[in-house]
């Protein structure tokens, strides 16, 4: 099994930066693709960013230019470097990563992101 315990998230006025953190630990430690998903009020789930085990990334074109996605495989340990920030960017955002051999995909708990205008 794994856990994945995210970090970073809070509240900040429009323009500013977040950093998002996302740890996996348990049994499972080696991980193909690792993203985030966000979930505004009344919205569906939608994917924000992905990056694969190769480093290729892909973004949602609300953030593009905007958000960056890296990893260290070492701490299995995935980012998500928000700036200039946006009042519709306020969501919850949930961690997601896929086990490499079993291709399970797990789900962090969710961290609230709050932008004010």
């Known amino acids: 099994q794994v856990q994945l315990v995210e970090s970073g998230g809070g509240s900040v006025q429009a323009g500013g930066s977040l950093r998002l953190s996302c740890a996996a630990s348990?049994?499972?430690?080696?991980?193909?693709?690792m993203g985030w998903y966000r979930q505004a009020p009344g919205k569906p789930r939608e994917l924000v960013a992905g990056?694969?085990?190769?480093?290729?990334?892909n973004y949602a074109d609300s953030v593009k230019g905007r958000f960056t996605i890296s990893r260290d495989n070492a701490k299995n340990t995935v980012y998500l470097q928000m700036n200039s920030l946006k009042p519709e960017d306020t969501a919850v955002y949930y961690c997601?990563?896929?086990?490499?051999?079993?291709?399970?995909?797990?789900w962090g708990q969710g961290t609230q992101v709050t932008v004010s205008s």
């Open positions: 990056i694969s085990s190769g480093g290729s990334t």
């Open positions: 997601n990563v896929e086990a490499r051999f079993s291709l399970t995909w797990y």
């Open positions: 348990g049994s499972i430690s080696s991980f193909n693709v």
